[in-house]
């Protein structure tokens, strides 16, 4: 289980809590405390879940952390059952079409909606390193998770450009721009981050989770500062 993630929602349960608790009536005059009860899913999550539903009564769930761990719960807990589940990270965009009868509630927003703002965010980026660097020829480097949530977040790329032309234009795929995947339960990314020294690229984007900063960024950082030190590290984005 994630201790920090687990501390969070202890802090949000004792601040509704500490406002008088959950009403159960338009009037607010039925409220009762909220309970928490936590249970480690890095297992087995639909047996956490099911054990939390159908063994101890549970009516909502927070969580999963991933997306394609969300549908899941949501299709094989949630729906058959009548219980709310209320997604803090899952940004897929196949959840927002799911028939569950307004079961389902994410606190993020799905990858179609974050498109744009990603599209903003890397012609600005671009921009202003274009400026930085003194360089026209920027490279561009995204590494996806190749889960649910990895994929859908890769399908979002077909809305991005770079230098002014789609990332799949010949001009750019393979000679400015790489895309890599790699497995969710990889334990090894030497070979990626290999390639990414190699390749020096002037942004790396990565769609991924915890890894993305432990496995992939760190170890680049700290190669690249004893391999490319008179070359200006990547600029991220996340």
Not at 36 to 53: F, N, T, W, Y
Not at 134 to 157: P, Y
Not at 200 to 227: C, H, Q
């Amino acid at each position: 289980a994630n201790a920090a993630r687990q501390a969070s929602a202890v802090i949000a349960v004792d601040s509704i809590n500490a406002g008088g608790g959950v009403p159960f009536d338009a009037a607010a005059r039925d409220v009762h405390p909220l309970v928490m009860i936590a249970c480690d899913a890095s297992r087995d999550m639909l047996r956490a879940a099911g054990h939390l539903v159908t063994e101890l009564g549970v009516r909502a769930l927070v969580g999963p952390d991933e997306s394609q761990d969300g549908v899941l719960l949501t299709t094989k807990v949630a729906i058959p059952n009548d219980v709310l589940v209320v997604g803090p990270t899952a940004t897929e965009t196949r959840l927002a079409d799911l028939l569950d009868a307004g079961l389902q509630w994410s606190m993020v927003p799905n990858d179609v909606l974050r498109a744009p703002w990603m599209r903003q965010q890397l012609l600005a980026l671009e921009t202003a390193l274009r400026s930085q660097r003194r360089r026209e020829d920027l490279k561009l480097a995204i590494a996806v998770r190749d889960d649910a949530q990895g994929q859908s977040a890769r399908e979002s790329l077909s809305l991005l450009t770079f230098g002014g032309k789609p990332l799949t234009d010949p001009a750019n795929l393979g000679d400015r721009v790489r895309i890599d995947t790699y497995p969710p339960d990889a334990s090894d990314y030497t070979a990626l981050v290999d390639a990414y020294l190699e390749f020096m690229p002037d942004i790396l984007i990565v769609f991924g989770m915890t890894e993305a900063v432990t496995s992939i960024m760190t170890p680049l950082e700290e190669r690249w500062a004893a391999k490319r030190a008179a070359s200006p590290a990547p600029e991220y984005l996340l």
